[in-house]
């Protein structure tokens, strides 16, 4: 039997409808356009993390309401960013097996595969959001109790009762003016953990202006807020998150920019909440010089500055970004530090 060189090919002999999702650095659709450059190793994957790429594939029958597969995948990519051919070749055999159309072991179905992965709640919370929209589904149960919650500042419902998938459903949502209109709202009264769900979620979404202009004050408030110095590291981690595809406008460089100059500006969990999620827009301004110096002087040391540094070069489009800083005569001397020992590790 002949297989599949790729694929897109597979999937196209099935009869079924699919669809690529990108999971690191925010959930985004893939046409299949792109996703025949990347795995025809034309195109480097764009949003590469640990030198893989993260996706997910929907796979749904038309004739059957409401009968879907979700499987999560991962990929090892070359010094290019491109997906290694015989890893692609190896998927392609195991997706016929998923798929049923053939077994070349016994018990293939039970073997544990290299290529995939287990997504976390709040990543499968927001896959399943999408897969309702597509097949045209109702939200969950929990999407109304949301809904109230957040129109109202004065409610009695307690936030700690409320659904993750609810806020996916929400979220998932957000092309609707009223929805991004709500969230915008309620944005600087919602309690903390709320905000910091909410924000995780919005990654996976482009944001209007209003909204991220609403989540990027909140941030600057707490930060120029004494009273909220309590306030854990993770809540502006997982607030800028919220700012993954949004515009990157005065807003959101101002509030990036703030960040990185409070004393906050040093936490390795907002550092690499800024690598991972909002590196398009330390393209702007001198983020990327603040960045890079803050990122060598955390007290975590040169093993997570090579990490971040190296993972932020594999990102398509910044690797010369970040190169330029290198080489930047006024750079501080620990940045200096940093990247010889990071040059040094290179070349060994």
Excluded at 28 to 40: G, H, P, T
């Amino acid at each position: 039997m002949e297989y599949p060189t790729s694929l897109n090919a597979l999937l196209a002999t099935t009869g079924l409808k699919y669809r690529w999702v990108n999971i690191g650095r925010g959930i985004r659709n893939i046409n299949n356009e792109l996703f025949d450059q990347i795995e025809a190793c034309q195109s480097p994957y764009p949003w590469p993390i640990a030198y893989q790429a993260w996706f997910a594939l929907i796979v749904w029958n038309p004739s059957q309401d409401q009968q879907h597969t979700i499987w999560f995948f991962k990929l090892p990519l070359d010094e290019q960013g491109l997906i290694i051919p015989q890893a692609r070749d190896a998927l392609i055999l195991e997706l016929l097996t998923m798929l049923g159309i053939t077994s070349t072991e016994p018990n293939n179905q039970n073997q544990e595969s290299r290529y995939t992965f287990e997504p976390d709640d709040e990543q499968k919370a927001a896959i399943h959001a999408k897969v309702s929209r597509i097949l045209a589904e109702p939200p969950s149960l929990w999407y109304q109790p949301v809904v109230d919650y957040l129109s109202n500042n004065d409610t009695d419902i307690n936030w700690s009762t409320l659904g993750l998938q609810g806020f996916a459903d929400l979220i998932e949502r957000i092309s609707e003016s009223k929805v991004a209109s709500l969230l915008a709202d309620a944005i600087p009264w919602i309690a903390p953990p709320v905000f910091e769900a909410v924000c995780g979620l919005l990654q996976n979404k482009k944001i209007p202006p209003h909204l991220a202009a609403a989540v990027t004050q909140r941030i600057t408030q707490a930060l120029d807020n004494s009273s909220e110095n309590e306030l854990p590291d993770s809540f502006f981690s997982n607030g800028l998150r919220a700012l993954t595809q949004a515009e990157p406008d005065k807003n959101v460089v101002q509030c990036i920019q703030a960040v990185l100059q409070s004393p906050r500006g040093v936490s390795s969990a907002i550092l690499q909440s800024i690598g991972i999620y909002c590196w398009a827009t330390l393209k702007r301004e001198n983020l990327m010089k603040d960045y890079l110096d803050n990122l060598a002087s955390i007290n975590e040391g040169q093993a997570l500055f090579n990490q971040q540094v190296s993972d932020l070069m594999f990102v398509p489009t910044m690797r010369p970004i970040v190169l330029a800083e290198f080489r930047n005569p006024q750079r501080s001397e620990r940045l200096g530090v940093a990247i010889g020992a990071l040059m040094s590790r290179t070349a060994h």
